[in-house]
């Protein structure tokens, strides 16, 4: 006899376990049970059938993977909830006694300590898989820094965040990393490249923010302190890759002065990172020049490997060289220099047809884009955003950027009169040029006069100073270029400012071209169909016309219909007799070649089929045969798919 198998041993029952039998197998919290599967990256799971997945009658909502649990079971935080729950008791019974000292004791001195550090590293075994991860712990750690003091949210962990979030910035400052950013109503996006990883998150704008009771912080809360840990370890590592020690100098008094990224103080570790790991900051391999600049001096190594690399560069032209002098005539030689001659020019990837692959355009290096902004001192006005613009500047190369004393310490002048600024941002309306002052004056018989004095206004303008709106710096840096700046002068109307993630498709609308040209550009495409047509109905018509002609001519074609005159029956009478066609049966014949002849070059001249043309019969029966193969076809797919539908049902239900 055959064992007989007990419900809920196997199949999905087995594999799912709900949310309520997790929390009993575990015998913790429903709060601990969260914050435990948000350190260890397991969440929900939606099972096929939620009927056989539930061991009750009542299907459940919420599912987890059994062997998840289990693994759960071994996790050191799981110990240390336990403790924290037996300290909870302990306070609770001290302060029932009335002992609030001991209570306060015990809570200071025997609090549990929660570490995250073997979490982080179990979840990511290499840096690139935290590379990965690190665009929603950017967004998440952002936000919180910018969030204002509550119960819910702590001053010390608003603190923390804004120093993480001010020492990867300086990383993306020093390496030159950042790629793209983008103003949206939701914040400004940056799009930076680390190791070959595009990172992208999103920095809300500084405004006041207003902290709503509809929001579980709780929940929020234990996602900031997985991710201050995490970007910590980030941190960490992209520092000591590129020689830097870390954690950075922190002054605090310049940081209550508003100095911000200003405060930190970065110091070399005294080791010199190799040429790969400078060039994987960046996203490529830099030479062993360009990551020996980065540490102010080049290694004696390094220096040999280039003195052998120029031999042999010069070895090669001496070769070149004797080649070229030993046939002087020839041409070609001169021409192969020419072709593989060096040059600076970027190459681009011409796309060939409609239908083929468009590739991306390669972008100047990242020593080219890290320098946009270095030839130039900015001056950054009251009314700007001063965060945003003093770090894209920086990252583009500025080292001379300069605002206003009111907007906080760390800048490279408060003097705006300063003539080394060569740019200043500014975002209000344009001075006015002159200002009437108006005196009034009563006379003795009480009657009012005023003097209009017209006198010219101080317009603030320095000469030899370019004046320009923010959105300039975010489109320069998008395109990789320095753009007009009189477009965006102060009280122009500005271009659009458009996403640099967002590529502009055939046959839709794009806000960098002029409305009057897609307008014309769509025209152009209506007439170029409508001419086609027009060059399709003439060679159509002519072959109407040709059919016209050969039926007047009482020739008969294969499968004609039969006429009513009775002259066409008695010319096509002789044809029946026994005897021979004469010399007019042979001329029709010879007619009727040419004829066919005629129509098949305009049929190819047309760019249509040729076809004998054939009577009305003909035609409907052929017209009726295409409807019958689309029908059959149409059948055939119906039963095609009902077969395909019956495959996935259950066994049960297919009859």
Known sequence: MAKIKKKGTTGQAKNFITRTQAVRKLQISLPDFRRLCIYKGIYPREPRNKKKASKTSTPSTTFYYTKDIQYLLHEPILHKFRDHKALAKKIARSLGRGEVGDAARLEKTSRPRISLDHVIKERYPTFVDALRDLDDALSLLFLFANLPSTQTVPPKTIALCQRLCSEFQHYLIITHSLRKSFISIKGIYYQATIQGQDILWLVPHKFVQKVTGDVDFRIMGTFVDFYTTFLGFVNYRLYTSIGLVYPPKFNVNSDEQGGELDAFTLESSGIEPTASIV??????????????????????????????????????????????????????DDQIMQDEAPTDAIDEFVVQGEGADVLDQPRQSDSEAG????????????????????????????????????????????????????????????????????????????????????????????????????????????????????????GATLPPHLSPWVKPTKNTYD???????????????????????????????????????????????????????????????????????????????????????????????????????????????????????????????EEEELERRKMMMPKKKRK
Not at 608 to 634: D, E, F, H, Q
């Open 371 to 490: 320098t946009l902004f270095a030839p130039y001192s900015f001056f950054l006005s009251r009314e700007t955003p001063r965060q945003p613009l003093e770090f894209l500047l920086r990252a583009f190369g500025c080292k001379r950027v300069s605002w206003d004393e009111v907007l906080g310490d760390g800048a490279f002048t408060h003097d705006g009169f300063d003539p080394s600024i060569t740019h200043q941002v500014v975002d209000r309306p344009p001075v006015i040029q002159a200002e009437i002052i108006q005196d009034e004056t009563a006379t003795e018989g009480g009657h009012g006069k005023s003097d209009a004095v017209s006198k010219p206004a101080r317009s603030g303008r320095m000469p030899g100073r370019t004046y320009i709106q923010p959105q300039w710096i975010w489109d320069c840096i998008n395109q990789g270029k320095l753009l007009r700046s009189d477009l965006y002068a102060p």
């Open 279 to 332: 060039g994987q900051a960046n996203g490529h391999v830099e030479s062993e020049q360009e990551a020996g600049q980065i540490n102010g001096h080049v290694g004696s190594e390094q220096e040999k490997s280039q003195e052998l690399e120029q031999s042999d560069a010069q070895r090669h032209a001496d070769e070149i060289g004797r080649l070229i002098a030993s046939d002087p005539n020839d041409d070609r």
């Open 511 to 637: 806000p960098t071209v002029p409305l009057a040209d897609q307008e014309n550009s769509e025209e152009e495409e209506v007439e170029a169909e409508g001419f086609m047509d027009d060059n399709d109905a003439p060679a159509q018509a002519g072959l109407d016309e040709d059919i016209d002609s050969i039926n007047s001519h009482g020739m008969d074609v294969a499968g004609a219909a039969d006429s009513d005159d009775p002259s066409v029956d008695e010319e096509f009478g002789g044809f029946a007799s026994d005897e021979a066609p004469g010399n007019g049966a042979a001329v029709e014949e010879e007619d009727d070649d040419r004829t066919d002849y005629q129509r098949e070059l305009e049929a190819e001249a047309a760019g249509l089929p040729y076809t004998i043309v054939g009577s009305a019969a003909a035609a409907s029966s052929s017209t009726n045969g295409g409807l019958a193969k689309k029908a059959a076809r149409k059948r055939q797919e």
